[in-house]
C-alpha cells in the first residue's frame, strides 16, 4: 500500500467520489401525488398529517404524537409545555444546534449549559445536577451524534428535582437505549427532520409524549393558541406560534418512517466497521461501543489525540476523504451574540438585564472545560446508509494511512 501521503505527492486511497445520500424514492413521489392530488395541502383538514402523527406515536409506542415545521419549533414547543417564567432556566448542551438554546430565550427563560463527556460530547448528568438552582424548571438532554446519552440517571435526576425532562432526539431517530427508543424516557422527545436526519421531511418535526394535557398544550402551542377540539369558536388559550405541518411534509414523513429503522440499522453497521478498523491506529482514539445503546451515526466522530487536528483532516482530505474537525469550533452559545452579549430583543438584553433575572449571568469557556476539550481533537465524517462497506474500508484505510505516517 502508498505510504507517502497524498498531500506530499502521493496516490491517494479514494479518486472517486464517495455516493450521495438519496433519501427519497418512489414511495415518496407516490405519497405526494396522493396529497396534491387531493386539492387539500392543509394539514389539519387533510389526512397526510393525521395519520404521520398516529403511525409516529405508534412507532414509538407513545401516546401522543404532535407534528411541526422543524426540529426547532419542536423544541419551542416544548418548552411552550414547560411554560417557564421570565428568568427561569432551563439546562441545556454546550455542544448542539442553536435550535436547542433559542427556543429557550423565546419563552423568555435563560439558558444554562451542563459540560459533556470529551470523547462522546454528550451531556454529563452530574453536571447536569451541579448546574440546578432554585429556578431550574427543566432539562433538555440532547443525544448527538445518533449516540444516547446516559438517560437512566438523567431520569432520576429530574423526578428528583421535579424537572420537566426533554429529550433533543433530532440527531438519534429510532435508535435504543436499553430496549427502548432514545425519546421515550423524559417528559417529552423532540425531533427535527431537517435534510439530514435519518428521517427528513426537507425540514419538519415532531413531539411524542404519555400526557394527555401535555399533548393538548402541544397541540394548541403549534396552532396559536387555538385547535378546533380543543378551544371554542375562534378562542386562543394564549400567546403562540403557528408551526403546523402540512400535507405535503406528511406525506414524505409517511414514506420515511417506513424505513428509518432500516436506514438506522445499516448505519450502525456501517459504523460498527469504521469502528473495528480504526481502533488500533496511533494517536487517534475511535469510541468504543457500549451495550445498553445503540449508535446510529448521524455523523461519524472519532478524535485525534496525538496529532494537530487540523494537520490530520488536511491530509485525509488530500486522500479524498471529507472530513471536518473540531465540530462546531465552540461552545454553542460562543457561536453568536445572542448569548455573549444578550441580543435578544431589540437592545433590551432581555431576559438577563431584566428584574426577572436572579442574577448575572456570563457565558464563557470556562463553564465548560470538558466541551472545549472535546471540541479540541474532535474529527467528523460524514457516513450514510446508502455506502458501501467499500466506501467504509476506503476511509479507514486513509484514517490508518494518515495517522501511521504522522505518528513516525
Not at 421570565?86 to 454546550?94: H, K, L, V
Not at 431517530?173 to 435534510?195: D, I, L, P, R
Not at 487540523?310 to 473540531?326: K, Q, T, Y
Request: with cysteine.
Amino acid at each position: 500500500m502508498e505510504t507517502k501521503l497524498a498531500i506530499y505527492g502521493g496516490k491517494k486511497v479514494r479518486e472517486t467520489p464517495f455516493p450521495n445520500r438519496k433519501p427519497f424514492s418512489s414511495r415518496e413521489e407516490e405519497l405526494l401525488i396522493q396529497a396534491v392530488r387531493s386539492q387539500n395541502l392543509f394539514g389539519k383538514s387533510g389526512t397526510m398529517v393525521r395519520d404521520f402523527e398516529k403511525r409516529i406515536a405508534n412507532f414509538y409506542g407513545a401516546s401522543f404524537a404532535q407534528s411541526s415545521t422543524s426540529g426547532t419549533a419542536a423544541i419551542h414547543s416544548a418548552i411552550g409545555v414547560v411554560n417557564p417564567e421570565p428568568g427561569d432556566e432551563i439546562i441545556t448542551a454546550p455542544i448542539t444546534d442553536p435550535g436547542s438554546v433559542m427556543p429557550i430565550l423565546m419563552q423568555n427563560a435563560i439558558p444554562v449549559f451542563a459540560d459533556v463527556d470529551p470523547l462522546t460530547l454528550n451531556m454529563r448528568p452530574d453536571s447536569i445536577e451541579a448546574n440546578i438552582t432554585d429556578r431550574t424548571r427543566a432539562i433538555i438532554l440532547v443525544h448527538l451524534f445518533g449516540r444516547p446519552c446516559d438517560i437512566d440517571p438523567v431520569v432520576r435526576i429530574a423526578q428528583k428535582h421535579d424537572l420537566i425532562l426533554i429529550e433533543d432526539c433530532s440527531q438519534a431517530h429510532a435508535t435504543k437505549y436499553k430496549e427502548h427508543y432514545a425519546g421515550t424516557f423524559g417528559h417529552m422527545g423532540c425531533f427535527s427532520m431537517q435534510q439530514s436526519k435519518h428521517m427528513t421531511t426537507g425540514d419538519g418535526g415532531f413531539i411524542i409524549t404519555n400526557d394527555e394535557e401535555t399533548y393538548i398544550r402541544l397541540k394548541l402551542f403549534s396552532d396559536k393558541g387555538w385547535d378546533y377540539q380543543y378551544m371554542g369558536d375562534r378562542d386562543h388559550a394564549f400567546l403562540a406560534p403557528n408551526y403546523r405541518m402540512t400535507e405535503l411534509q406528511g406525506a414524505v414523513g409517511l414514506a420515511q418512517l417506513e424505513k428509518v429503522r432500516s436506514v438506522v440499522e445499516r448505519r450502525i453497521e456501517l459504523g460498527t466497521r469504521l469502528n473495528e478498523k480504526i481502533s488500533s491506529a496511533s494517536g487517534i482514539m475511535a469510541i468504543p461501543p457500549e451495550d445498553n445503546r445503540e449508535v446510529s451515526w448521524w455523523n461519524y466522530i472519532f478524535h485525534i489525540t496525538a496529532h494537530n487536528p487540523d494537520e490530520f483532516c488536511s491530509a485525509l482530505r488530500a486522500e479524498g476523504i471529507s472530513v471536518s474537525p473540531h465540530y462546531i469550533k465552540d461552545p454553542i452559545f460562543l457561536r453568536g451574540e445572542f448569548l455573549t452579549k444578550g441580543q435578544t430583543y431589540g437592545s433590551s438584553g432581555f431576559p438577563f438585564n431584566s428584574p426577572y433575572a436572579s442574577k448575572k449571568y456570563h457565558y464563557s469557556p470556562d463553564l465548560v472545560p470538558n466541551a472545549i476539550k472535546g471540541l479540541n481533537t474532535v474529527a467528523v465524517v460524514g457516513i450514510h446508509e446508502q455506502m458501501s462497506k467499500e466506501d467504509i474500508d476506503d476511509i479507514a484505510i486513509a484514517i490508518n494511512k494518515v495517522a501511521n505516517f504522522l505518528s513516525r
